[in-house]
């Protein structure tokens, strides 16, 4: 063997002197030349690089291989990519948006770890534009990796999705794809023509790719079911009444704002009954519909999972059982299908749903509602008892007010705030007016059931008491004595004494001698000096009559 | 005195077409060498980047030959190597780790 050794020494240059050497960063020196070499055993070099201990000198030599880009290079970066260190990755990441035409050749090579790596490379990367090598590829006979391929058609289908429905929101700053629309458009075509061929690759996820990114209006979409062979529109069905992902679902409830919907999108409203299906449908239904949608909706005979015995209903949440009532009475079920959700809510919902269903059964004036209301009455839940409570009046229960009444005391803030509510048309104004013609004793159990039903009574009495108008002024402060409230508004009755007109001072006197405080019979003794004779006449009598209650003068500062 | 003068320079005259000719075609030789898509050309890339003096191109070419022929270029990325040469010939320690000082840095 000729010695290299004699043969390089002698072909090289003169030696350059040591000051001219350069001595920083030797390494980028080596790896630069090694990137920018013409001669090709510099991918040897940077190949063997790659499975060197030194994270550093494996950094440089994916640098120096990823700004030569020769696609033999490239393959072994990849057949090694889970063995890198963390900053040779992340330089993978960077740059692999570039590695188009390598990735295919990965893909289309023998090896199972390079297509693995190649899969999960094309995925990180959203290398859609690798679409029809995978679809080549599950058209291929015994592929082995046919999972990971079908994977990664759907996982780019889905990123897409995510890049089309949320945009810059979804994603983090750099990342946001600007040509979604076209990629997208390049994607559909690729698709449709992959679902053509359906029974050669047999893959769903193609199918469910296309169902994904495709709108009612989309015309690769409308291909598929118009032109596509039996046994792939059947697939394309079963997709729409199976496939959880929300652009499948979305589509089958776009279908129903179209003239003319897929019939495979009614059938998947009949059938499906999975959560993901129920909640999507009961979120994005549109409070309003369109008129194509309530043309259609109304179409639907039945919807499985509408029907109670079959207890998907339990599955919906509460916060979509008043969008649940919406739906319902938008289908075209049947009024005896509709009443059985209906008396299931009113049974087992929320409160908004029960209200919701509620209000559409008292115009179908369903009797069971009756029973189920004073089945209510007694549950433990506070919720449940506040809402029958609530239906009391609504549904005629027999002693609905004294029902009521009771439940002013309920120990459940819910069912005493629901009684307020159901009585609140009965206020202080309500019972001024029916005062005078009260018996004394109903007066004094009217003022105590005005203060249970609104803790503003007394702030409200005091406001009639200081009416512009006399009578109401004259009429409120005899009210306050006959239901027995006079004390909580000595105040205001102070006030009134001092009132220009003699009338309202008199009537000020009378109920003031009831109070008994210091400040009342200093009050009246003040009185006692009116102008009026009427007016001192009613402040003596008043004295003498707070005299003879106590039989001594007032107490210094203290009521009577 | 004309002929033996006449003899020198014609001696003279080939001694130095000789000599051109034997640079030139060495110098042709490296040419065509550092142009060939081979490890030893790409050794000589290397070499004359990193300006090596004649000394330290000898031990790399040696320390290279403990490699397979087609990976002599291997010396300039895996330091081991050169440690490892250097720890199995005492005597070239010193020149080793100037070496890989050179190569490699600190």
Redesign the interface.
């Known amino acids: 063997m000729v010695?290299?050794?004699r043969?390089?020494?002698?072909?090289?240059?003169p030696?350059?002197p040591p000051a001219?050497?350069?001595?920083?960063?030797?390494?980028k020196?080596?790896?630069d030349?090694l990137a920018e070499?013409?001669?090709?055993?510099?991918v040897?070099?940077l190949v063997?690089?790659l499975d060197?201990a030194?994270p550093a000198?494996q950094a440089l030599?994916v640098e120096a291989l990823l700004k030569r880009r020769p696609t033999r290079g490239i393959v072994e970066l990849v057949r090694r990519f889970h063995f890198l260190s963390g900053p040779s990755r992340e330089l993978v990441e960077k740059d692999g948006a570039f590695l188009g035409r390598d990735l295919r050749e990965c893909l289309l090579s023998g090896d199972a770890a390079v297509r693995n790596n190649a899969l999960d490379l094309i995925c990180r990367f959203e290398d859609y534009s690798q679409l029809p090598t995978l679809v080549r590829l599950l058209e291929g006979e015994n592929v082995r990796e046919r999972g990971a391929v079908e994977h990664a058609v759907f996982k780019l289908a889905n990123r897409l999705y995510e890049h089309l429905k949320f945009g810059k929101e979804g994603d983090e700053a750099g990342v946001f794809l600007r040509d979604a629309q076209r990629v997208r458009h390049q994607m559909l075509s690729t698709l449709e023509s992959a679902c053509h061929r359906y029974p050669v690759h047999r893959c769903r996820q193609v199918i469910e790719g296309l169902l994904i990114l495709g709108d009612p209006d989309n015309m690769h979409l409308k291909n598929l079911f118009r032109d596509a062979a039996e046994e792939v529109r059947s697939a394309a069905a079963e997709l729409l009444c199976s496939s959880r992902h929300p652009g499948v679902m979305g589509l089958v409830l776009d279908s129903m704002s179209q003239n003319y919907p897929f019939p495979a999108a009614f059938a998947a409203f009949e059938r499906r009954t999975d959560p993901e299906f129920i909640c999507h449908l009961l979120r994005n239904w549109p409070r309003k519909p369109g008129p194509f949608q309530q043309k259609n909706i109304k179409e639907l005979r039945m919807a499985a999972w509408l029907e109670p015995e079959r207890n998907c209903l339990d599955l919906v949440p509460a916060a979509l059982h008043r969008m649940l009532i919406a739906f319902l009475m938008s289908t075209g079920l049947t009024q005896p299908q509709k009443l059985e959700v209906l008396e299931w809510m009113v049974h087992w919902g929320s409160a908004d749903g029960r209200l919701a269903a509620t209000d559409v059964l008292v115009d179908l004036e369903d009797d069971k509602v009756q029973e189920v209301v004073l089945e209510s009455l007694e549950s433990e839940e506070p919720d449940v008892q506040a809402w029958a409570t609530g239906q009391l009046r609504t549904w005629a229960i027999p002693n609905a007010m004294e029902l009521l009444v009771e439940r002013l005391d309920s120990p459940m803030p819910e069912v005493r705030q629901a009684a307020r509510s159901e009585l609140a048309g009965f206020d202080i104004h309500r019972a001024l007016e029916l005062c005078e013609h009260l018996e004394p004793r109903l007066q004094v159990a009217v003022g105590k059931l005005l203060r249970k039903i609104d803790p503003q009574t007394i702030h409200k009495l005091k406001e009639q008491m200081l009416s512009a108008i006399r009578r109401k002024r004259i009429r409120a402060a005899r009210a306050a004595l006959a239901m027995r409230l006079h004390l909580d508004v000595a105040d205001s009755l102070m006030i009134m004494a001092r009132d220009s007109d003699n009338l309202v001072r008199r009537t000020a006197a009378e109920v003031l001698g009831n109070v008994g405080t210091r400040e009342s019979a200093a009050m009246l003794l003040e009185l006692t000096h009116d102008d009026s004779p009427r007016v001192r006449e009613a402040a003596n009598a008043a004295l003498d009559a707070m005299l003879a209650l106590r039989g001594a003068p007032a107490a210094p500062g203290g009521s009577t | 005195m004309t002929t033996w003068l006449f003899h020198l320079t014609v001696v003279a005259a080939t001694v130095v077409l000789l000599w051109l000719g034997v640079n030139w075609l060495d110098r042709f030789r490296l040419i065509r060498l550092r142009h060939a898509q081979t490890p030893q050309a790409l050794f000589l890339e290397l070499c004359r980047a990193h300006h090596l003096s004649r000394v330290e191109r000898e031990l790399l070419t040696v320390i290279s030959e403990t490699c397979a022929r087609d990976k002599c270029c291997l010396v300039f990325v895996d330091r081991q190597l050169i440690a490892q040469f250097g720890g199995a010939h005492p005597a070239q320690a010193e020149q080793c780790h100037e070496l890989c000082r050179r190569l490699f840095g600190s």
């Open positions: 010695p290299i050794r043969r390089l020494v002698r072909t090289i240059g030696r350059v001219s050497r350069p001595m920083s960063m030797p390494r020196t080596t790896f030349l070499t013409q001669n090709g055993a510099a040897d070099v063997a690089a060197l030194d000198i030599a």
